[in-house]
């Protein structure tokens, strides 16, 4: 083999205000012919090989949130969070499992006990990460992030992912207490307009709601106090 053909073969190898924080307190209720024969087998059997991998890992890691979630349940945010002596926590469980499924829920977790803990910078981060699915779960964890960014008052942040939970898994019970966040959000931001479109969008599309009333009196008050 000449030193070409060798050459060329080496070569081929992320405060808010009181009524906010009293309707934040209410909700806390994803080489040719032969090399490429070769290429392809070799991918077949390293994809099977990480997918049984994986769900390995993901069953282990289920196995091991056992003990956080125990913590979580009593409130215990730290231990959720931080784990023991003996068992992991949340935020050591979304670093070793990070490419699994409970992994991914292990973050959202985590992100639900910063918020507890009053460290919204860090749920923001961790919530961040977490890849919602399209449904009530999701709206949930987007409600989260909502509220941790409201926290940080970065309040056109927030109102923006309320809307988005309020979207994302659309129904009479959550969906308008979303968008009330939003509009509150909005109004802290000072956008007028897109507040008032929130509690109109409540009374248009969930006139049973509970929040309906309560949006009547939010638009007419943005209304009032901010017509051109």
């Given at each position: ?115 507890r803990l009053n460290k919204p910078e860090a749920a923001v981060e961790m919530l961040a990460k977490y890849e919602a ?13 909502a509220g941790a960014y409201a926290e940080l008052k970065e309040f056109k942040k927030a109102a923006r992912c309320y ?66």
């Amino acid at each position: 083999m000449s030193e070409e053909q060798a050459a060329k073969s080496s070569a081929e190898v992320s405060e808010a205000a009181n009524p906010l924080k009293a309707l934040w307190k209410k909700f806390q209720e994803r080489r040719w012919l032969s090399y490429v024969t070769l290429a392809v087998v070799v991918a077949v059997v390293g994809f099977v090989s990480y997918r049984q991998y994986r769900r390995s890992q993901n069953e282990e890691c289920l196995r091991e949130m056992r003990f956080a979630e125990s913590y979580f349940r009593q409130d215990s945010f730290e231990k959720a969070l931080a784990g023991t002596a003996t068992a992991m926590g949340f935020a050591q469980l979304a670093e070793a499992y990070s490419y699994t499924e409970a992994g991914n829920l292990c973050r959202l977790y985590a992100g639900l006990c910063y918020l507890r803990l009053n460290k919204p910078e860090a749920a923001v981060e961790m919530l961040a990460k977490y890849e919602a699915p399209d449904s009530y779960l999701g709206g949930i964890a987007l409600g989260a992030l909502a509220g941790a960014y409201a926290e940080l008052k970065e309040f056109k942040k927030a109102a923006r992912c309320y809307e988005k939970a309020a979207r994302l898994h659309r129904n009479s019970q959550t969906s308008p207490l979303y968008l009330i966040h939003a509009g509150l959000c909005y109004e802290l931001a000072e956008e007028w307009e897109k507040a008032a479109s929130m509690y109109e969008e409540i009374t248009r599309k969930y006139p049973m709601a509970t929040e309906s009333s309560t949006a009547q009196k939010h638009l007419a008050r943005v209304r009032t106090q901010h017509a051109h």
